[in-house]
């Protein structure tokens, strides 16, 4: 696949999904390459986290759900869901 064809978008882990790249310090977020007509979805499953591990994703602020697709440049933040009382 040419570079032409791929996507580059700025993904940042929130919380409990942490531990999936355990190296990104808090803050940090990480260059991730797709192929074009990625969806938020195919973004999930290529960072190896469970769906059911996902609760929220932002896509530039807006919230989105896995269908959307993602373009360069996009900024992705992925949160898990959030108990307590």
Do not use: C, W
């Not at 919380?15 to 074009?36: C, Q, W």
């Not at 932002?58 to 697709?69: K, L, S, W």
């Amino acid at each position: 696949m040419s570079e032409q064809e791929r996507i580059t978008v700025h993904v940042k882990l929130f919380a409990t999904l942490r531990r999936y790249f355990p190296e990104l310090g808090i803050g940090e977020t990480m260059e991730v390459r797709l192929p074009k007509g990625a969806t938020v979805g195919d973004l999930v499953h290529h960072l190896r986290i469970p769906a059911d591990h996902v609760k929220v994703v932002f896509v530039n602020g807006i919230v989105r759900d896995e269908a959307h697709p993602l373009a360069d440049g996009d900024e992705v933040g992925i949160f898990p869901p959030v108990g307590g009382g």
